[in-house]
């Protein structure tokens, strides 16, 4: 998966996003290839379940979206309703 994102990550009709947990070798995207990374911590489902008891995993503290540079950004892109009241 990883090697089809460097690859196919760059062009501009493709919008990928990869979620995946912190340390599972997707860094490089964002490090070399131009991606953006959402870092998040989950607040539900199995994010709080735990083999020894009680509270969150680990894991959900380690969430993260990589977005291929061409993916839209709200804050980037202009939409057609853009000034609309």
């Not at 997707?26 to 009680?54: I, M, P």
């Not at 291929?68 to 057609?80: A, F, G, H, Q, V």
Request: hydrophobic share 30%; aromatic share 14%; glycine share 12%.
């Amino acid at each position: 998966m990883r090697a089809w994102c460097i690859r196919w990550g760059g062009e501009p009709l493709i919008r990928a996003a990869v979620c995946c947990y912190e340390g599972d070798g997707y860094e490089v995207l964002a490090e070399k290839h131009g991606w953006d990374c959402y870092e998040w911590e989950t607040g539900g489902g199995y994010s709080n379940q735990r083999r020894a008891g009680k509270g969150k995993s680990e894991n959900a503290k380690r969430e993260r979206i990589y977005f291929s540079r061409w993916c839209l950004r709200e804050e980037k892109e202009p939409t057609l309703f853009d000034g609309v009241a």
